[in-house]
């Protein structure tokens, strides 16, 4: 049976074994230890946003500024450097009042899945034909409410579309359906003749 616990007028369950295995612990330390590992992992929107934009600004000029942030996130300073001290108590920085901001082991572990992440949803929303400029702002909003399931099958996908292009089979008829609204179907033997096919060869020249 798993012990139930409130937590906050919750009801709260965790798996009997992490119980067992801690069982000379209080439940207050127990709980701290739970409470403390969901809250110490699990980046908010923004801290994702401030490694992002922080990672960015040092791969230009090797350490980051209040200024920076202002600059870019267009928030106010009090607000970077309250925010610099909450990443720093949370082990994503190295920050010492009035120099410069760089990133621990565990912040850049971080920052580099966020950006593959963006990357990931900007290149398939490029797929969709969207703009490159749209596509990385939305990219930036969607990134956050996606699933490691769905971004694994994203990866996948872009994949599938960069290979198929070089032959190009039905990536060409979705960027024609994307552009007219017209669908065709097409006739892989008889390329020579399809009407998309020869339409992309005259885009191309
Ligand atoms: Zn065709």
Not at 126 to 145: C, P, V, Y
Request: net charge positive; charged share 25%; with cysteine.
């Amino acid at each position: 049976m798993q012990p139930l616990i409130f937590i906050r007028g919750k009801p709260f369950l965790f798996h009997i074994n992490i119980y067992e295995q801690n069982f000379n612990h209080s439940i207050e330390k127990l709980l701290g230890q739970i409470f403390m590992s969901k809250t110490n992992d699990t980046p908010t929107v923004r801290i994702e946003n401030y490694l992002e934009t922080i990672f960015q600004v040092i791969q230009r000029k090797k350490f980051a500024q209040v200024k920076d942030i202002v600059e870019i996130l267009g928030v106010r300073p009090p607000s970077v450097t309250e925010m610099f001290q909450k990443m720093k108590e949370r082990g994503y920085i190295n920050y010492e009042r009035y120099s410069g901001v760089t990133l621990t082991e565990k912040g850049k572990t971080l920052a580099l899945k966020i950006q593959s992440r963006h990357q990931i949803i900007k290149d398939f929303l490029m797929i969709l034909d969207i703009g490159e400029r749209t596509a990385i702002k939305e990219a930036s909003e969607i990134q956050h409410n996606v699933s490691e399931e769905t971004i694994d099958k994203l990866i996948l996908f872009i994949d599938f579309v960069k290979k198929s292009k070089k032959t190009g089979g039905w990536i060409d008829h979705l960027d024609y359906f994307f552009k007219t609204g017209e669908y065709v179907e097409c006739q892989p033997a008889n390329r020579e003749n399809c009407p998309v096919h020869s339409w992309k060869q005259k885009m191309i020249h």
